[in-house]
């Protein structure tokens, strides 16, 4: 029971239901517009049925996560180094993040250079 005790346990605590509150908040603006493109007869049925696979996704994640921070088991050596499975999916996940914000950022980048240099009005 020490471990309740552990100031770093309760920020971790409340950082995880801060990100909760506002990824609920967005699940319920997304499925709101969603649900508002529906007939009037169905929206009720269909915001209970997305709100609760929202609800039902969320916690199997969260569970997941927590199988996954629990692998930590040394499943090969890479250099003297052990590399356990929550390794290799720090490692996928932080890959995947590098490449996705490569990845919207040469979009962006390209979309400006595309439709080139700002007109400028010759009346003023």
Excluded: C
């Excluded at 552990?6 to 995880?16: E, S």
């Excluded at 990100?19 to 009037?40: H, K, M, Q, T, Y």
């Excluded at 696979?53 to 250099?79: H, I, P, T």
Aim: proline share 4%.
């Amino acid at each position: 029971m020490d471990f309740l005790l552990d100031p770093n346990i309760w920020i971790a605590f409340a950082m995880l239901t801060a990100l909760e509150i506002v990824l609920g908040v967005d699940n319920i603006i997304f499925i709101s517009i969603l649900v508002g493109r529906l007939p009037a007869d169905v929206r009720d049925k269909a915001r209970r049925l997305g709100l609760g696979f929202a609800m039902v996704s969320r916690l199997a994640l969260l569970f997941s996560l927590s199988w996954v921070m629990g692998l930590k088991d040394d499943l090969f050596q890479l250099l003297g180094q052990g590399i356990s499975g929550r390794d290799l999916v720090l490692l996928g996940g932080g890959l995947f993040l590098l490449y996705k914000a490569s990845h919207e950022i040469f979009v962006e980048v390209e979309a400006r250079e595309q439709d080139g240099p700002p007109q400028t009005d010759p009346a003023t």
